[in-house]
């Protein structure tokens, strides 16, 4: 994760941004909105919304970085942020689903996984990969907050269990327990279509 | 068939190719911009120290709580204080015109009998050192006293309640 590589970048960047250069913060904006980006988009299912969030969040984070005193990472701040945010957009939202989750990106075609899952041996082939991902997707929106954005970060941007735990301000046993909830509901939803 | 923990995992991982339209992320930064320029001439002075303040809390945890504790520790001694000076002095902040009439005659029985001794009275009683009270004072202070009666002069008013005709 080359966010996580560079922290004493970020923390030059930080630096100078609380030092009044407001061309540091857009360095910042560059670096983390693809990778904030996947988090709110995930969590939220609809990319108006996740560009509105994004937006705020940045904003926020712009406003509050005076009082930033790094005893975290940048990475670990502005993801707590993003998380906090989503989690209260999504209350206020309510429970209605917004489903815009069907472009692709062209690169997933070669992906290692994608070609595996495709292939004539696996059984997925035949249950029409793009619509267990619609499906996948339906379920994921019927997970609680809290385990969305659980199984957002570890199963789909990687991030690992400790890191999670900073982002949430939770324990690593908890965050297992919570993939492990998620993961059992994502299998109840998707069994009856596999 | 139930799905396998290793194939929701692909699924899940693949689901990191959804990605925003092309040239998305190129306008983010100017979208952001423009909106930020555009917050700070709406924003009133008021909502940025708050949230100035906010972030300052957010931020220092440790002293926020030290902030907390040394504001309440100040009102408890302030309380305990006005707590303990009212169980000191019970009453003492009202008075009834009962009690300051009782307060007077007791008040009046030393008057008595210092009115009644010769003059240039040295009151010597149980405490020390003496206390010797001038005659000037005794004359101006105290009335004649008739039929063994003490008698207080009730028309003499100390000087700051004359009206200042002169500035």
Redesign the interface.
Known sequence: MSEELAPNEDAQLVARTQAGDPAAF?AL??KY??RL??LV??MTSN?ED??DL??DV??KA????????G?SAFYTWIHSIAVNMTINFLKKRGRRLTMS?D???S??EH?K??I??TSSTNP?READLSE??IR??EAMMKLSYDHRAV?TMF????TPHAEIAKILGISEGTVRSRLFYA?RQ???Y??EF? | ???D?Q???????????????PG??ED??R???T??RA?LLRRPAWRIAL??L???F???FTLARFTYATASFAVLCVAGALTFNMLQHPGSSVRTSAEILAANAAHAQPAMQIASAPRATTINATLSPQIRIPDALLDSQLAPVADGHPRYILDTRPVSYEPPFSF
Do not use: C, W
């Open positions: 857009d904006v560059v909105s693809p980006y996947g988009y995930h990319h996740t560009n994004l937006q940045f904003a712009y406003r509050s970085i005076g009082g930033f005193r005893n989750l472009d692709m990106d690169g997933v992906d996984e994608f595996e899952l997925v267990l991902q996948l997707n199984v199963d789909i941007q990687g993961h994502l299998q109840n998707l069994e596999h | 068939m139930p799905l923990d194939t929701l995992s692909t699924l899940l991982r693949l689901k990191r190719y959804e990605q925003p339209p998305y992320f983010f930064l979208e952001f911009q909106r930020q917050e949230d100035r906010e972030a300052f957010n931020q220092s």
